[in-house]
Nanobody, 122 residues
């Protein structure tokens, strides 16, 4: 139900756009998040938004660099990543939950995509 794509290799300072196809999970009470997990580290919150578009929320390290957005017609959530740094290298996951509210813990999300690898070279 969640299919992430768009990862790849990019130089530091570059940009990437990740996509998350969210078939069947796009009613107004759904919330979507992006998380990332670097090797040897715990899964980390990146950004979240409600499908109704009422709010967005970002981890401090991503504010001003990453933007979460959606395309209703395509049932797709995006993560636009700018000014990428080597420390942004990780597997990025999209996640969904069926109740409203800002949640930053991966445990609060019941739907997960398979992840897409982002590698930022220095």
């Amino acid at each position: 139900q969640l299919q992430a794509s768009g990862g790849g290799l990019v130089q530091a300072g570059g940009s990437l756009r990740l996509s998350c196809a969210a078939s069947g999970l796009t009613s107004s009470n759904y919330v979507f998040g992006w998380f990332r997990q670097a090797p040897g580290k715990e899964r980390e919150f990146v950004a979240t938004m409600g499908w109704s578009g009422g709010y967005t929320y970002y981890a401090d390290a991503m504010k001003g660099r990453f933007i979460i957005s959606k395309d209703n017609a395509k049932s797709t959530v995006y993560l636009h990543m700018n000014s990428l740094k080597p420390e942004d290298t990780a597997i990025y996951f999209c996640a969904g939950r069926s109740t409203l509210g800002i949640r930053t813990s991966p445990n609060e999300y019941g739907y997960w995509g398979q992840g897409t690898l982002v590698t930022v070279s220095s």
